[in-house]
């Protein structure tokens, strides 16, 4: 039993082993059933689509069974603490734990509580594991490395994808800039060659333009017209011409339309955005099998060479 708590406890081979497997998968149409007889249970304790549905049809797909805990019709309501909630649905004898949560580090601290491997599904502002993950399998499939240069572009103070983003890029290679407006890039940030409030600078010359939501529901100072003051960092059809023509342009989702993102790239050729949705099951499948003791970390060949055969 592993847990998957964040990006940075992972190695350069777990991460191969998993990638490489979720490739794997996605060649395949059908799948053995290698969690059969597992219980699975997801607990999402902020709103979720893609990762928790496609967290629930990965586990599917393998043959294991699945359990949502919905936090809004339950004891919460009543007071009780999300630890303890944890602690009791521990009790029930559950294969894995996939867990989502405003508090950032409460996947490592129910870790330390349960007898079964934590997945987190995103925590606050800290880390959001999977998503790197898919993020990196997409990025691999289209330009067959990882030795990018990428541009985070919006709201990167709030954003546990920019954190979990950047420190898997960095393990394989990538240059990572930030871009977002006045506010909402940090001042500082670990393995980031620069950090800006000018798009061009920050993608003229990228493989990937990477957009982030404003995660208004994590805004601590209320600004005046905040979409307006957003919609000077969007990315549309004229700014998307300031990177190069073969960068692709990719969004965690969701998306607020017309505010990061406008409606005429959302779904343009250059958008990678849907394939990140389809690539979220496939890694999903090979994280819950290295979860839960399926899948062992070979000695894979360099990434060059075995992740991008099929
Ligand atoms: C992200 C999240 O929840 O961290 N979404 C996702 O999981 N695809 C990003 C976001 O909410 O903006």
């Not at 607990?43 to 069974?65: D, I």
């Not at 496939?282 to 899948?295: D, N, S």
Request: charge should be negative.
């Amino acid at each position: 039993m592993r847990h998957l708590l964040d990006i940075k406890d992972l190695s350069r081979k777990e991460i191969e082993t998993i990638l490489k497997r979720a490739m794997w998968y996605k060649s395949l149409k059908v799948y053995s059933k290698t969690l059969e007889g597992k219980f699975v249970l997801t607990a999402f304790f902020e709103p979720s689509t893609r990762t928790k549905v496609s967290f629930q049809k990965a586990a599917m797909n393998l043959g294991a069974r699945v359990i949502d805990f919905a936090p809004e019709s339950s004891s919460l309501l009543k007071g009780e603490t999300d630890l303890d909630t944890i602690m009791t649905l521990n009790m029930m004898d559950f294969d894995c734990l996939v867990v989502r949560i405003r508090r950032n580090g409460a996947p490592k601290e129910f870790a330390k509580y349960v007898d079964m491997p934590v997945v987190n599904a995103g925590d606050g502002t800290n880390e959001h594991p999977t998503q790197a993950l898919l993020d990196a399998m997409t990025m691999l499939e289209h330009f067959k490395t990882l030795e990018l240069k990428v541009a985070i572009v919006g709201d990167i103070v709030h954003s546990r994808v920019a954190r979990s983003l950047t420190e898997i890029l960095n393990k394989f290679g990538a240059e990572v800039r930030m871009v977002g407006p006045k506010g909402f890039v940090p001042e500082s940030f670990e393995g980031v060659s620069l950090i800006t409030n000018d798009l061009e600078e920050a993608i003229h010359d990228v493989d990937v333009v990477y957009a982030l939501r404003i995660q208004k529901e994590r805004l601590e100072e209320s600004y005046p017209n905040v979409d307006d003051f957003f919609r000077t960092m969007q990315i549309n059809s004229k700014t998307i011409e300031l990177a190069p023509k073969h960068a692709i342009l990719m969004h965690p989702g969701p998306f607020n339309r017309n505010v990061e993102v406008s409606d005429d790239v959302v779904y343009s050729e250059r958008s990678r955005i849907l394939e990140q949705v389809k690539n979220g099951v496939f890694v999903r499948m090979a994280v819950l099998e290295y979860a839960m003791g399926v899948i062992e970390v070979e000695s894979v060949r360099s990434m060059e060479t075995s992740l991008v055969e099929r």
